[in-house]
Structure formats: structure tokens, C-alpha cells
């Protein structure tokens, strides 16, 4: 089998590029032959996973979560489903952690030579793709406005200034939520729908399932013009949400499980895809069952 090799030389302070050859000479203990891509941008993983999933039987990635997602793109709109391996080296890796891969290369490169195949579940938001979680509302910029050099010298802190920063306002906007079995209409300040088990670095939804057909989603409600006391309220119910997960007693939370959810909002609301800027208003997500070939530990069960 042939594999390709794609990293981002920018993720993960450049540790890949530095140890490009040790990495290859592992993969050749598997691979026929391995080629070797380095990304220029946004976007570029997308267009060379695209391009190489009907050329190789396997697709070995690095980079954080954003890359995860770029190649979850361009597996999506290939058609094709090659083996895919993955040495993770973003500031959070939910993914990774989600499918427990380790975030150190020769633990990662063991995973992809000695790992087994599991057939992952990913989301289609309208004619987007996504692993791992689609959100809107509060601190869900954080992920994309935080600037490279910051996350290079800072790490994961980086993500919280700059959501201190930038979302403290909680802004409420309108949102309908329909599933398989009912309707929502509230005024919210956060929604997520996620496929996995970790979000942040925390395990938001550790019962999640990557394999089970069905997502779960979570609205915190707010009152259209909070005062101070409601906004506070607001920001507690959201740290409630994220120190003891999706199934916190919570009043002003509303939860949800499924595979099919239709979410009307504000054409002002940004969805955030795996950490990365999407799309603003309606959308429609679906769970798209086992259409990702993952390489994962042999000694992981909870997927």
C-alpha cells in the first residue's frame, strides 16, 4: 500500500519538519512508499487530501484540530475512503484525545504501524464537514481569532485571553432547534453539537460515541436583554457545562441526541467547525455514519 505523508510545518512549533526523516523511515516499515507533503496555508490539506484519496491507500496527517478537519473535508468530497493516520501536534488536539492517540510522535507512529481500523462517524453541516463539533455563541471565536504566534508561545492560554478578551459580552441571539422528536425556540448564548468526547481539552461529552450513529447537542438559554445578574447566570451555566460535561443538572441548559437536527438562527451567528471559522446562519447537520477509515490504539474501546 502507498502512503502519503501531509503535515502542517506551522503546528505544533515545527517539531514535524524536524523530525520529518525519522517519521518517514517509520512509515516505510509499513508502507510501500511514502511521499511527503508540506501545507502552504488555509485550505491546502483539504486540496491535497482531495486530490490524493483515489492516488493512496493511506493519508498520514499532522497538525491540531484544524488540519483534522481540513482532511476530513477533503475525504468527504473525494468520495473515497482511504486508511487514515494521524501524529497530532496542534495547542489542544480534542480529536486526538478523543481517540487516544498521543500527542508524542513515536507513541502516534505506533498507533498508525500497529493500530486497528475503525470506521468513524464525522457531521455534514449543509455542504460542510466536520469531526468533531459544530458551535455558536459564546468564546466560539476564540478558536480562530487567536493569533498563530500567540498559540506557538502560550499554548491553550492563548485561547482563553483571547476569549476574555473578545467574548465577555455573551451576545444572545434567536435559535430554533428541531431533531428527530422536537422543537426548541429559546434565546441562547451558546449551542454545540458534538462527535466525541472532548471539547476545549475537557471532556464535555465523555459518553460520547464516535461510532454510534447519533450526535449530541447542548443550548444554554438567556433572556433576550440580561441584565447584569442574567449574564452572570448565563456565564456559570456555561462553566457548569464545561467542568462536569453534557449531562450537568442544569436548568438552563436544553440537551439533544440524534443524527439529523435543523437549527435556524440569526444571519449574524458564526458556526465554529472543529475550531475553525464556518458558516453564519441556517444550518442542517447530519451524522454521516463510519465514513471515516481511522487508524486508532488497538487498546481503545469507547469509540
Known amino acids: 500500500m502507498n502512503c502519503l505523508f501531509i503535515y ?42 482531495r486530490a490524493a484519496a483515489s492516488r493512496y491507500g493511506a493519508i498520514v496527517f499532522s497538525g491540531g484540530d484544524g488540519s483534522f478537519n481540513e482532511t476530513v473535508q477533503g475525504v468527504c468530497e473525494s468520495g473515497m475512503a482511504p486508511e487514515l493516520g494521524y501524529i497530532p ?16 510522535i513515536r507513541r502516534a507512529l505506533k498507533t498508525i504501524l500497529t493500530g486497528k481500523n475503525v470506521r468513524l462517524d464525522c457531521m455534514k453541516i449543509n455542504e460542510r464537514y466536520a469531526m468533531y463539533i459544530v ?12 493569533p498563530q504566534w500567540q498559540k506557538q508561545q502560550i499554548g491553550r492560554i492563548a485561547y482563553g485571553i483571547e476569549g476574555l478578551k473578545n467574548n465577555m459580552h455573551f451576545d444572545v441571539f434567536d435559535v430554533c432547534i428541531r431533531d428527530e422528536r422536537k ?27 464516535m461510532t454510534d450513529g447519533k450526535i449530541e ?14 449574564r452572570i447566570r448565563a456565564f456559570l451555566a456555561l462553566a457548569n457545562l464545561f467542568l462536569f460535561g ?10 439533544f441526541e ?31 455514519p463510519a465514513r471515516i477509515n481511522m487508524l486508532v490504539p488497538k487498546a481503545k474501546k469507547d469509540l
Open 89 to 104: 501536534s496542534g495547542t489542544v488536539n480534542d480529536v486526538a484525545h478523543s481517540l487516544g492517540i498521543s500527542k508524542h
Open 246 to 255: 453534557y449531562r450537568v443538572r442544569e436548568k438552563q441548559i436544553t440537551r
Open 258 to 288: 440524534g443524527s439529523h437536527f435543523e437549527i435556524e438562527t440569526e444571519e449574524g451567528v458564526v458556526w465554529n467547525f472543529d475550531g475553525e471559522k464556518g458558516i453564519p446562519g441556517k444550518v442542517t447537520v447530519d451524522v454521516l
Open 183 to 209: 422543537e426548541v425556540r429559546a434565546d441562547s448564548v451558546f449551542v454545540v453539537l458534538m462527535n466525541g468526547k472532548f471539547v476545549a481539552g475537557l471532556p464535555l461529552n465523555r459518553r460520547g460515541r
Open 135 to 146: 458551535a455558536a455563541g459564546a468564546f466560539t471565536s476564540a478558536t480562530y481569532t487567536t
Open 217 to 230: 447537542a447542548a443550548l444554554i438559554r438567556q433572556r433576550r436583554n440580561p441584565n447584569f445578574l442574567h
Open 8 to 49: 502542517n510545518p506551522v503546528s505544533g512549533r515545527g517539531k514535524i519538519a524536524r523530525r520529518l526523516p525519522g517519521i518517514v523511515r517509520a512509515l516505510r516499515q509499513k508502507y510501500d512508499e511514502v511521499d511527503v507533503y508540506a501545507t502552504s496555508g488555509k485550505g491546502d490539506m483539504t486540496r491535497a487530501v
